[in-house]
């Protein structure tokens, strides 16, 4: 998700958290390679950037860990240990993350950790974690964080990818709405990892690309962009953006009529961003992990948005709110199926994991520890709505299926 992959950043951060291990006292570090493995509250440090923003769905994410925090320790715990969260705010930096991530491992003393919001931000966290062999469980929506440059056997990633939901959207809508794509992107890695995504799904339905416009990240104004492309007539505008360049432009597209000829798409449609962006998005298809219509057809989702509206005052969890919940469960149920907190146990016991906790059956890929799960295909609405949050229409999942993930080969890991 969102701010994408800025190496020289994430170096910067890296740097300075490795000063900052050196600076540890060497009891200190004695004591962190003992893993904190017996007696007292299992630990898992939650980096978010709760300022910024991404302040609204980074809250919904803590909200949603409490609550499966909460879950554990009402079931028992394990072996007569509680569950604890320790939140920090990583301000959406990757220098910030690093610096609270290690202070999470090195202070707190953590056994594990889970997080991340932004793609160079869950790099940052990742590259900590991954030098001390602490398992950390990402949040983030990243095509990075799999490839075997940045991937160590302690990562693992719970959230989709944007070649995952990409690659869904486009399967479904190009042999619906027309072969004759534009792609309007936001000219940074996450814009072109989701373009990547489009074409290669486009791949067998024969589309052909009519325009290829990148715009910076941060534009206000799409005037320049938007009479290029209705001068072609498109049949699909893929509008490979985030946050709020993606509420401006489908706003801006809507204004300008092109709505009119051209079926709009966004391969990550979130429900905090459909809330800010109005009716402007009525019709527009995009997709997602999660929805709290999900309940409808599938009972642990039910289950998991009553717990949630119990605790929350009625409110439903967002799609980034329920990947916080399934990162913790994922850490938990873990530990639970190794018998133990220590890491290479649990390290099998989740590549070997089978879970439902609010969306259907997913696992790990054992190669990059890749979730494998189902991307929901939504269409926003703006009528006959039920409640306020009765924001999308479901059109259809695509199932967990490896077969739409990038090949472990494609991302550098060795057979």
């Not at 060497?26 to 904190?36: N, P």
């Not at 690093?98 to 990742?126: H, P, Q």
């Not at 527009?284 to 219509?293: A, E, L, N």
């Not at 229409?393 to 890991?413: K, V, W």
């Amino acid at each position: 998700m969102g701010t994408g992959f800025d190496r020289r950043r994430l170096l910067q951060g890296s740097a300075a958290a490795s000063a900052l291990a050196l600076a540890a006292p060497a009891l200190l570090r004695s004591a962190i390679a003992q893993g904190g493995s017996t007696g007292g509250p299992i630990r898992i440090g939650f980096p978010v950037p709760l300022t910024g923003a991404f302040g609204a769905e980074a809250n919904d994410q803590v909200r949603a860990a409490q609550l499966a925090v909460k879950t554990f320790n009402e079931a028992g715990g394990f072996q007569g240990r509680t569950a604890e969260l320790l939140v920090r705010d990583d301000k959406l930096n990757p220098g910030e993350a690093a610096t609270r991530t290690l202070e999470l491992i090195e202070k707190d003393k953590v056994n594990f950790l889970v997080g991340g919001l932004s793609a160079a931000v869950t790099l940052s966290i990742n590259n900590v974690a991954r030098e001390r062999g602490v398992i950390y469980n990402s949040i983030s929506q990243s095509d990075a964080i799999n490839e075997a440059k940045d991937f160590g056997r302690t990562t693992f990633h719970e959230a989709l990818n944007p070649h995952m939901t990409a690659g869904a959207v486009g399967r479904y809508v190009f042999p619906k709405s027309g072969k004759r794509v534009a792609f309007l992107s936001a000219d940074y890695a996450y814009g072109h990892e989701m373009m990547r995504g489009f074409k290669r799904a486009g791949e067998a339905s024969g589309i052909e690309v009519v325009a290829d416009i990148r715009h910076p990240i941060g534009a206000s104004d799409y005037s320049a962009f938007l009479p290029r492309i209705a001068a072609l007539k498109p049949d699909v505008l893929c509008l490979c953006n985030f946050g709020r360049d993606q509420v401006v432009s489908i706003q801006q597209a809507t204004e300008f009529g092109l709505k009119r000829t051209t079926k709009l798409v966004a391969p990550v449609l979130l429900f905090t961003a459909r809330k800010a962006g109005g009716d402007a998005f009525d019709g527009v298809i995009g997709g997602t992990s999660y929805y709290w219509r999900l309940e409808d057809s599938v009972p642990s989702a039910k289950a998991f948005n009553d717990r949630f509206r119990a605790a929350y005052n009625g409110a439903v969890p967002s799609d980034y709110g329920a990947l916080g919940y399934a990162g913790i469960r994922s850490v938990l149920e873990g530990v639970k199926a190794a018998g133990s907190v220590e890491t290479d146990k649990v390290v099998a016991a989740m590549e070997a994991l089978k879970a439902d906790f609010y969306k259907g059956p997913q696992s790990f890929r054992k190669c990059d520890h890749q979730s494998v799960q189902s991307v929901l295909i939504v269409e926003a609405k703006s009528k006959d709505m039920k409640t306020p949050d009765d924001v999308f229409t479901i059109l259809g999942t695509e199932g967990p299926d490896e077969r739409f993930l990038r090949g472990c080969d494609e991302l550098g890991h060795k057979a």
